[in-house]
């Protein structure tokens, strides 16, 4: 079974940081992509970041120049580090771990962005 476990989130005044970390149960390399998704009351999930075995990102474009995605293949953990927050930011962030034709979802982590 695989789990995958957020951890991170909390409340932050707008402008702010977070990082957010997503620690995996096996190597990462056995997915084809790791991933950080978002929903927010009343809203469907959507894409936050990406990131491949090859480590090629992409970024939605609200957050493009303000998250970071990235890895540590040793420690089979995704992390996401959230600079210049704003209070639409404020949502449930999952971590998604993408084989190819199942992803697996974490619970999610709260994160809250105060104006």
């Known amino acids: 079974q695989v789990l995958l476990v957020e951890s991170g989130g909390g409340l932050v005044q707008a402008g702010g940081s977070l990082r957010l970390s997503c620690a995996v149960s096996?190597?990462?390399?056995?997915?084809?992509?790791m991933g950080w998704y978002r929903q927010a009351p009343g809203k469907q999930r959507e894409l936050v970041a990406t990131?491949?075995?090859?480590?090629?990102?992409n970024y939605a474009d609200s957050v493009k120049g303000r998250f970071t995605i990235s890895k540590d293949n040793a420690k089979n953990t995704v992390y996401l580090q959230m600079n210049s927050l704003k209070p639409e930011d404020t949502a449930v962030y999952y971590c998604?771990?993408?084989?190819?034709?199942?992803?697996?979802w974490g619970q999610g982590t709260q994160v809250t962005v105060s104006s």
């Open positions: 998604n771990a993408k084989m190819l034709t199942f992803d697996y």
């Open positions: 990131i491949t075995r090859g480590g090629t990102t």
């Open positions: 096996t190597s990462i390399f056995s997915f084809n992509a």
